[in-house]
């Protein structure tokens, strides 16, 4: 069945830097592919998404980009803040949604 | 206010016990779920039901059901607890679509099996 892989699984950055959260996934058949965002002690929220006949989607400080050659995603996210420090999911879904492992993303003040 | 909310947020119980989770929506979607995450933030979902269909992940010990009366509501029972159902469970709720469509979390209910 679908996998999706995450990586890296940990990352801490100075406020300000940018990061890169990458993703690779296996089911050619995937159209959908949301990015969830979990803050310590929040819920689940969702922050963006792209489907597979998109290559680039930008909202804010949140840049994603898709490749279906290679099944890679990735997550750019700018100017980072504090209130960035969260798990990341990535997910692909053929109709079912799979999860990949998270990100934890820790912004130094 | 239109969400998803989710009793109770904690629960201590005992090998043994049986557990309901309560989780309602207000957000008029059609379609209802649980995901467990454990203490590694993995998620992995248990159940998803919308009026006509109910899809078991089968992976799921037969000790947990889903409960609904309407589209609104999906509550999660587990008849005898195990130490390893210790997890968060995580209820969400969306429109059907099979191309993919925006899942809403609860804030999620904590189980500690002792």
């Known amino acids: 069945g679908e996998q999706v892989e995450q990586l890296p699984s940990s990352l801490i950055v100075q406020e300000g830097a940018s990061v890169l959260i990458n993703c690779s996934y296996t089911?050619?058949?995937?159209?959908?592919f949301p990015w969830y965002k979990q803050e310590p002690g929040k819920r689940l929220q969702f922050i963006i998404d792209?489907?597979?006949n998109m290559e680039r989607k930008q909202t804010q400080r949140l840049t994603l980009l898709f490749d279906k050659k290679t099944k890679h995603l990735s997550l750019h996210i700018t100017a980072t803040q504090p209130g960035d420090s969260a798990i990341y999911f990535c997910?692909?879904?053929?109709?079912?949604?799979?999860w990949g492992s998270g990100t934890k993303l820790i912004i130094k003040p | 206010e239109t969400a998803v909310f989710q009793t109770p947020n904690y629960h201590v119980t005992q090998v043994g016990n049986e557990v309901s989770f309560n989780c309602k929506q207000t957000?008029?979607?059609?379609?209802m779920y649980w995901y467990k995450q454990d203490s590694k933030k993995l998620l992995k979902i248990m159940f998803s039901?919308?009026?006509?269909?109910?899809?078991v992940n089968e992976t799921v010990p037969r000790r947990f059901s889903p409960q609904s009366s309407d589209k609104a509501h999906l509550n999660l029972r587990i008849k005898s607890v195990e130490p390893e159902d210790s997890a968060v469970y995580l209820c969400?709720?969306?429109?059907?679509?099979?191309?993919?469509?925006?899942?809403?979390f609860g804030e999620g209910s904590r189980l500690i099996v002792v």
């Open positions: 792209i489907r597979s």
């Open positions: 089911d050619s058949a995937s159209v959908y």
């Open positions: 957000l008029g979607h059609d379609t």
């Open positions: 969400a709720s969306s429109y059907l679509d099979r191309a993919g469509n925006t899942l809403y």
């Open positions: 039901y919308n009026n006509k269909q109910l899809i």
């Open positions: 997910s692909a879904s053929n109709y079912q949604l799979i």
